[in-house]
Every structure is written in structure tokens, then in C-alpha cells.
């Protein structure tokens, strides 16, 4: 049997069948590479997703279990590049802030209101997953098995909240660079 054909086919046995003999070793992969369970599982669930949905453009010179490493791979590098991107805003704007707010307690003491007022204003289930993440340290998986969500799902509301809550901080820090 043509294990590429029947993917291309639409053979959803047959796809789940490869997902089931490469899910494990390509997960143990990406955990090698991040040593985050979430991100290895979120990225090998979108290899296997951009798989089937490109299933037609699959080539036939390959190996089903090579051109699942590619996709894996891509998506890996895609994911470490925004963490990358996530991280340095965010510390950018913390190192901008601290040296602001060190100097005046009664500006940090404001931020903080202006976070937590922003934090309030979430919607309810973004704040909810932010509050888990946050205040209960529950990790994605934790709060996606709790909730009946997807992992996905809680890194999305996790980053939505983490928008809202830097722009907050660089608007606040950027009045008070102007008052100041």
C-alpha cells in the first residue's frame, strides 16, 4: 500500500494510523529542542494539521516521515522565532518601566491599578486562563484539561491577555515619559 497516495486520497485511516506512529517521536523531538511539553505538543498537533490540509501538494521523491519532520521542523523554528520576538517586547518594556517606576513608588503603585484594571477588563474567559496562569500557576495543559479547552487555545488567550496588559504599560509608561 501507497501510504502517500492514500493520504493525498483522503484516507483518514490511513492518516490516522501515520499519526499514530509519529505523533510520539516527533513530540519527544520538538520536548528535546524547547523543554516545554505545550510547545512540543502544539507544534507537532499543527505538523499533523498542516499535513492533512496540504495533503494534495505531498511529494511522491519522500518519505511520508520525512516530510512530517519538515513541516515539524518549520513549525518549530516559526514557534521559536515569535517566543524570541514575545520576549525581547517584553523585556524591552520591563527594563523601560523599572528604571521609570524605581524611581517613584507612587507611579509603580499606579501601573500596578492600571494592570490590574486591564486584567479586569479581559473578556471573561481570556481572564479567567490569564488568572489560572497567573495567580494559580497552572501550566497551558493544566488549564486547557481544567476548562476542556485546547492547549492552543490557552496560549492564544494567554497572548491576548499579555497584548492588552503590554499596551497598558507602554501607554502609562509613555505619559508618564511625557509628563516627566
Not at 74 to 97: F, G
Request: proline share 2%.
Amino acid at each position: 500500500m501507497d501510504i502517500l497516495a492514500e493520504i493525498k486520497a483522503g484516507n483518514k485511516t490511513i492518516f490516522e494510523e501515520v499519526y499514530h506512529k509519529y505523533h510520539q517521536r516527533f513530540y519527544f523531538f520538538v520536548l528535546k529542542k524547547t523543554s516545554s511539553a505545550d510547545i512540543a505538543e502544539e507544534v507537532v498537533q499543527q505538523a499533523f494539521i498542516k499535513l492533512w490540509e496540504h495533503k494534495e501538494k505531498l511529494s511522491n521523491e519522500f518519505g511520508i516521515d520525512i516530510q512530517l519532520a519538515r513541516i515539524t521542523r518549520s513549525i518549530l523554528i516559526d514557534t521559536l522565532r515569535k517566543k524570541a520576538v514575545e520576549k525581547k517586547v517584553y523585556n524591552h518594556i520591563t527594563t523601560q518601566s523599572s528604571s521609570i517606576f524605581l524611581a517613584n513608588p507612587s507611579i509603580e503603585k499606579e501601573l500596578n491599578n492600571k494592570v490590574q484594571l486591564a486584567i479586569e477588563s479581559l473578556p471573561p474567559i481570556c481572564k479567567k486562563i490569564f488568572k489560572l496562569s497567573r495567580e494559580e500557576n497552572l501550566s497551558y495543559s493544566q488549564i486547557a484539561q481544567a476548562l476542556s479547552i485546547s492547549p492552543k487555545t490557552v496560549e492564544n488567550q494567554i497572548s491576548k491577555a499579555l497584548r492588552i496588559i503590554r499596551r497598558v504599560i507602554a501607554f502609562y509608561t509613555l505619559m508618564v515619559l511625557i509628563e516627566g
